[in-house]
């Protein structure tokens, strides 16, 4: 059995749909010949790459490193393969929580009708820097202070926080949410790229942490379930609606700020116009 670039399309399939079911779908497989290819894959580097579940599949420890090696050896290929050698490959936007929220779809479009040659690819990412520092990504739309040596940032806008609430939560009642209103009820928390730490409670009572995630989906399950409360920046309510969730503005919580970053050697020739775009954009909207 020989493994192949058609393996790693597969694998990044099923990680962007979440799903073998819609990974055949999308690409026009049998369910079990999806299945099968994923097997052969992991077989060969000999390591279980996809947790798989009745919800789907998301990728194990493993299977987010080699996603990075995979995504980038799959953009290797196209751009070898492709018969134009002046065609400039897809810009690789990535983020890890909520994109740049509201402002998202204004900037993809506005892209798209000055660069129709240049594909803007967004990607989410369980990473805290984006996909930056693995190659992943070529730019990352970032809420928590970049960590890593060459990294540039450009502050794209300030961002109000919100509560996730279950429903059903005596919060959802009140007609003004404060910190202090939250600190008795346990906390929900995203450790690997979250924005929020007891830190945020710097006087008085401070809430208890029911739990610790690392994936907005995660975050998501347990506060549905009641299991606790979020604090999140409000673009997740934008990105992320949830029909077992309300998202509550808080009075009093300092904003996030939201950054563009990226590698000082990253040399794709669309970077700057699109980070200029952006930065365009979000100050036509906020005028």
Known sequence: MTVGIHHLRT??????EGSISKAAARSHMAQSAVSRRLAEL??????????RSAEGVRPTVAGKMFCAKADAAVTAFDDAMRSDAHHVRALRIGYAWSAAGAYTSEILRRWQDLNPDVMVRLKRVDDPTGGLTSGLCDVAIMRIPTQGRGLHEELLFMEPRVAAIPAGSPLTGKG????????????????????????????????VVAVEVDTIDDWQTYIA?????????????????HSEISYLPIQDAPPVPVYLVWASNNQHPALRSFIQLALNVVAEVTE
């Open 11 to 16: 694998f990044l399939m099923a990680i962007d």
């Open 42 to 51: 992991e077989r060969h580097v000999k390591q279980l790459l996809l947790e």
């Open 176 to 207: 003004e949410i404060r910190l202090p209103d939250l600190a008795e009820y346990p906390l929900v928390i995203n450790s690997f790229s979250g924005t929020t730490n007891l830190e945020l409670w710097r006087d008085g009572r401070k809430p």
């Open 225 to 241: 379930a009641g299991v606790g409360i979020g604090v999140t920046p409000a673009s997740t309510a934008w990105m992320h609606p």
